[in-house]
């Protein structure tokens, strides 16, 4: 499968490109700027130059599905957010609709179900993701919606805990476990329709698939 990767310069979506080229998949990553092209196609990808607030221009043309895992990140304010990972993804899924590119699996976040789950500090960002999610569900595009805790640094374990549609607490998951879930959506359809939150856990990730495609049944 040909995937297009948005935020693949680092972070999840940095290790979202390992996982796939890992898996012998094919790997067009979107980057910014001209000298992030060098980077990523030493890895094995094909980068094509794209900004969530700019040109989107034949980014999705000729793939299969898109991997959404960019995102303005915490520093830099509600207005950011709004352009950025609220605009900049509804325009990635308008422009997979209208290319024909079917599958799309997004990173969203833990609590986007209600953003009164979350702090006062990020309910803006999880109202962002919150109607992120909506508009992708009823997209009509083949969509999975991973929805993990608080991101960490370490080392993938392959085991996690899913919540469908949510868990009962707050947990944290290392960025390589979700870059395992998010590619492992990718190879299921039986994920398809599906909202999820994940955080670290216990069951290895094709059984907590298996329980996410369960739900769906
Ligand atoms: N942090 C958490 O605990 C947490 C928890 C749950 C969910 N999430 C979600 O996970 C997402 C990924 O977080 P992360 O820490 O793994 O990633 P990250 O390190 O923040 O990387 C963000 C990626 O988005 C790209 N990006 C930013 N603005 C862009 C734009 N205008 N156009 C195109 N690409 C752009 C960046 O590219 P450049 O290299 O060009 O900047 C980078 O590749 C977050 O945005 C959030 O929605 C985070």
């Known amino acids: 499968m040909d995937v297009l990767v948005i935020g693949?310069?680092?972070?999840?979506?940095?290790?979202?490109?390992?996982?796939?080229?890992?898996?012998?998949?094919?790997?067009?990553?979107?980057?910014?700027?001209?000298?992030?092209?060098?980077?990523?196609?030493?890895?094995?990808?094909?980068?094509?130059?794209?900004?969530?607030?700019?040109?989107?221009?034949?980014?999705?043309?000729?793939?299969?599905?898109?991997?959404?895992?960019?995102?303005?990140?915490?520093?830099?304010?509600?207005?950011?957010?709004?352009?950025?990972?609220?605009?900049?993804?509804?325009?990635?899924?308008?422009?997979?609709?209208?290319?024909g590119i079917p599958r799309f699996v997004l990173l969203s976040s833990i609590a986007a179900d209600d953003p009164m789950r979350g702090s006062a500090a990020i309910r803006h960002y999880l109202a962002a993701m919150h109607a992120r999610d909506r508009i992708l569900a009823a997209s009509g595009l083949d969509a999975t919606i991973v929805r993990p805790g608080g991101l960490t640094h370490d080392a993938g374990t392959g085991r996690i805990e899913v919540g469908v549609p949510t868990l009962p607490s707050r947990g944290s998951i290392p960025r390589a476990d979700v870059a395992a879930v998010l590619v492992g959506c990718l190879e299921r359809d039986d994920t398809i329709g599906a909202t999820f939150e994940v955080i670290g856990g216990q069951t290895p990730v094709e059984e907590a698939l298996d329980q996410v495609a369960a739900s769906l049944s």
């Open 8 to 99: 693949s310069t680092k972070g999840t979506g940095h290790l979202v490109v390992s996982e796939l080229l890992g898996r012998g998949h094919g790997v067009r990553g979107m980057v910014r700027s001209r000298e992030q092209v060098a980077a990523l196609e030493d890895r094995g990808a094909t980068a094509v130059l794209g900004d969530l607030e700019g040109s989107l221009d034949g980014v999705v043309e000729g793939v299969d599905a898109v991997a959404f895992c960019a995102g303005s990140g915490s520093q830099t304010g509600p207005d950011a957010t709004l352009r950025v990972d609220l605009h900049g993804a509804v325009r990635v899924i308008d422009a997979c609709v209208e290319a």
